[in-house]
């Protein structure tokens, strides 16, 4: 997915082939210390059958007893152990968007599918030409379109989460 250091959306709907993010890359995010970064989930990727989360006006709310082995939660711990300001699992790009201006990150993770990528990457636009201090994106598109049990390439999520975090070491 990183090529030549930026991220890219594959199969953008609405916008037929590729689209090239121009801001989403690890050397942009890796200079971010994890403190100044959140990342954002799509709920598509919780197991629907199993998960016992439930949705809040903040996103899905994992019980903290949850033993579920599942990639929500395996990267929200990656996140959270790297520091990260906050992780949302968020049921549309309207939430992770009050995430984002609730939290004022440097830098976001975006992990979900192409619409709603290519939809952060326009709303991203707009707000940039508004606010100087428009946080640098990374962003994953899920494997497959699709609302329910969607998968991601974790290693991929991993390594831009993890990206530039030891520079940031105390």
């Given amino acids: 997915m990183w090529d030549n250091g930026l991220c890219y959306i594959r199969r953008g709907a609405r916008d037929k082939g590729e689209i090239t993010v121009e801001y989403g890359s690890r050397e942009d995010i890796a200079p971010i210390s994890p403190s100044d970064r959140v990342l954002l989930l799509s709920h598509c990727l919780r197991p629907s059958q199993t998960c016992p989360g439930r949705f809040s006006k903040e996103g899905l709310v994992c019980p903290e007893s949850c033993e579920l082995s599942c990639a929500i939660g395996r990267l929200r711990t990656a996140a959270v152990a790297q520091g990260y300001k906050g992780v949302c699992v968020a049921a549309g790009g309207a939430m992770a968007l009050k995430f984002v201006i609730a939290h ?10 192409s619409n709603e990528l290519a939809e952060a990457v326009r709303a991203a636009k ?3 030409s508004l ?8 962003m994953v598109p899920l494997r497959q379109d699709g609302c329910v049990d969607t998968e991601v390439d974790e290693a991929e999520v991993l390594e831009a989460i993890r990206a530039g975090c030891e520079r940031h070491l105390v």
């Fill in 131 to 138: 606010n100087k201090d428009t946080p640098r994106y990374a």
């Fill in 104 to 113: 004022r990150p440097r830098g976001v993770i975006a992990v979900a599918c």
């Fill in 126 to 128: 707009t707000t940039a």
